[in-house]
């Protein structure tokens, strides 16, 4: 007689370790990820603590070490550097041998994948037989992805199970590009992990006062923050910088703070340098706690050209900071105009530095914008909801499987 381990065994790759149902074992996941920073790194890794373990057991296959503000709450392993050749396409070959390698070995229910190569890793090992169901994330409306990506997407566009893009904005670029079936693809907003209290508006300067002397911020400044890649042109920061010396001539007290990294800020800084604004400019690099920064913002703001859903929208809100974004991508689907901040149209720099001064001169609007983005975000974009809409899509292709 066989025992029910041996009876799995001895089942196909795909259907090896998901059967919760049929032997009491959690259903295994394994998502891919070209890295964990930025973003993207931060809602998978949030999600990733609230999968019930009796439940699913996940794991997280990634290209580069993690470089994320969020800990892990699964198991991480970092795929092995690439040594000798790795031009295009050879190096991309010998990832997809790597993945398909792993794959067979953990012979997962479902594979999860994020990111445009991990994308086609995953495709080809579902291609090839070794994964049973296959999930997609679409995390932007495929600003860096050019006629080659997309030839190959529609190409292998019969392959995964579910799409799930982070906003409606995001769904309709990939119905127009990827030519996938509307059945498989879903919308399922980014959330935020609730964990601080709702801030209540005061008169007095915002933040820790150590923090606001160390950044060389006195009591009547007000803050305009921005949370950015500044190596990616897509977050548009040359337009925040270009708005700056309309917003200084009006509210002289405002400061400008930048968080973020990038080989981009050598040239921003000699850019404030040359604008004669230096002194203005706050470049506080990428911070691991984050939260005492946002805390200092009287405004946050976004000038992207695109964007899925965007995190640092998200985090303003939580902290009771307004926003001024661009009417892009899934910005309006978290900014509601005239209530929790204001849209202005991309590259549009004196509709963008009016809004500012707007809301720098009324701080009794600020404070009412910033409760309600707190309550919104408590509401409706609460981490939990994202993560239990994961598992709920992984259960119905389960179900469906039978």
Known sequence: MTTADEEVAARSPGDARNGAD????????????????GGTGTILLSVSKLWNPNEWEASILSQREPRSRVVPGVPVEVLPALRGLTMYPIAQLRRSRQVAAHVRRERPA???SYFFW???YGRLSKALGLVSKLVENREDQGFNWGRHEYALLRMTSHLPDRVICVSEAVRQTVLERERLAPSRVLVIHNGIEITTAARTPSAGPRGLPSLRRSLGLADDHLVVGMVANFD???KGVDYFFDAMPAVLAEVPAARFLLLGRGNEEGRLRARAASMGIADRVIFAGFQAEIDPYYDLMDLSVLTSLSEGLSMTVLESMKHGVPVVATRVG???ELVKE???????????????????VELLRAPALRAQMGREG???VENEFDVRRTAERYTATYRELLEARG
């Open 22 to 37: 049929q032997i009491g074992r959690p259903s295994r996941v394994v998502v891919l990820a070209d890295e964990l920073g």
């Open 110 to 112: 479902i594979v999860h």
């Open 118 to 120: 991990s994308i086609m």
């Open 232 to 234: 990616r042109a897509v």
């Open 330 to 332: 899934g910005n309006p």
């Open 338 to 356: 005239g209530v929790t901040g204001h849209l202005v149209p991309p590259r549009d720099v004196p509709a963008f530095a009016a809004r500012v």
């Open 374 to 376: 707190r309550r919104v």
